[in-house]
Structure formats: C-alpha cells, structure tokens
C-alpha cells in the first residue's frame, strides 16, 4: 500500500510512503509531530523528503538519508534553501565516539531528532537510540514514529526489512535503555491498521496498489483522525513516542 520511486533501496520504501497518494496521511503524522517540534530539527532517514517538506515553524531543519537516489532527490527539492541542509548521514555509524564523515551539519545543536518509520530497519535499537541521542542537546527531543503491533507484520514487512513491529511496551524499553526519558507514548491510526491487517495479512499484499493508497487516504486517514481527536485510542497501525535527553 505504498507508493515508492523506482531505484531506492527496498529497505527504505516504507520511508517514502506518501507523495501526491497520500497528502492527509502526511499531514496526519505531521499534525502529530510538529507540536514536539523545537526550532533546530534533525530528521534520520528523510526518504524523498515527503515528510521533511511539509514541515512548518523552525529555523534549520536538516534532513539525511544513506540511499543516494533519496539524497539526490533531497538536494533537488532543498535546493536554494539556506535553512535546510541535506547530508548523508548512516545510523550505524553513529555507535562510535566520533561522528561520521559528512555529518558536519548535525554539530549544529539539533534541540529535536525526529525517526518516521526507521527505528524498525535497525536490528539493533538500543544501540542506534544511544548514539542518536548524542546529536541533541541536553533537554532535546527525541520523535518516533514505528510500525505497530507483531499482529501486523506481514510479508510487505519481511520485503522492506522490518526487523519488528512495536507495541507502545517494546518501544519503551530500548528508549529507555538508550537513556532517554519517554514524555509521551501511544498508538495512532486505530482505522489504518484494520485497513493494514485486511491488506496485508489477510490479502497478503506486497506490491502498491495506487488505488487503494488513494481510498486510503480519503477514507481511512480522515475518519481514524476525527476519532482520534476525540480519544485515545488502545491499538493502530503506528505508535507515536516522544523522549527526551536528560540534562544531567
């Protein structure tokens, strides 16, 4: 059920769900995000920068990626922006002392690092968590936004690399691990993720259908927001955690 661009890595294609398919589920997890959000925002694994694009409010926002169509595609869409920057930036690096080559950017202190469906591609969590937290200063946030609940994961998990689906439980566990204090924990989409179930483990979809991305979309996303915005709901396709770095 996801649209992606012929070329990037099939690990990453979750990560580029959105475009002209599926603009009220951007704006849905945006909507969600942007209130945790401070001026200096740092995004891991930014895709083709669906997400990044529509954001509002800070004064430097730096986007990355490792896929070099999804890099080349961020430097067009960035171009001419002085208050964006675009690099190349591999989680699996960040696990030293020292920070990647090309991460200059990110010594700028970033006060909110945000992860739209990425932590799930990182066998090592705990680890990725850990070394992350080091790009934001003290009392800084840290956004997550993961597949929800092993109920779910199907065969499109397995094609695009997912190591796990979290439950608002097993999402605690590595943030707090890492040394992050969690602020705020629990899932969102309840209606996706019956719309998810039907189509993937029912139906066992593994390819994209743009039709059903755009039923999805117009029906799906607006109705299990209005809900939504009226309760909190137990269960749904994702789970929204916002952490902070501690200042001691």
């Not at 608002?168 to 969102?188: D, F, N, S």
């Amino acid at each position: 059920m996801i649209p992606f661009a012929a070329g990037c890595d099939r690990r990453l294609l979750d990560n580029h769900l959105g475009g002209a398919d599926a603009v009220n589920y951007r704006r849905f997890e945006r909507d969600l995000v942007s209130p945790h959000c401070g001026r200096r925002v740092l995004e891991i694994g930014s895709g083709l920068g669906d997400f990044a694009a529509g954001l509002r409010g800070y004064d430097h926002l730096t986007v990355s990626d490792t896929d070099p169509l999804c890099l080349r595609t961020l430097r067009d869409r960035f171009a001419g922006r002085a208050d964006v920057d675009v690099i190349m930036l591999d989680v699996a690096a960040l696990t030293g002392t020292e920070l990647p080559e090309g991460a200059a950017p990110v010594l700028r202190p970033a006060d909110t690092l945000i992860m739209m469906n990425v932590l799930e591609h990182i066998e090592d969590d705990v680890a990725a968590l850990r070394g992350l937290s080091r790009l934001v200063v003290p009392g800084g946030r840290v956004v997550l936004w993961v597949p929800a609940y092993p109920a779910l994961y199907g065969e499109f998990d397995r094609m695009v690399g997912h190591f796990r689906r979290y439950t608002p439980a097993t999402l605690r566990r590595p943030v707090e691990l890492a040394g992050l204090r969690v602020e705020r924990m629990h899932p969102v989409n309840l209606l996706g993720a019956f719309a998810w179930w039907v189509a993937v483990r029912r139906a066992g979809q593994r390819g994209v259908d743009p039709r059903l991305v755009r039923l999805y979309d117009r029906v799906v996303v607006p109705t299990s927001r209005f809900v939504e915005q009226r309760m909190r709901v137990p269960f749904g396709q994702s789970v929204l955690c916002v952490a902070t770095r501690p200042v001691t």
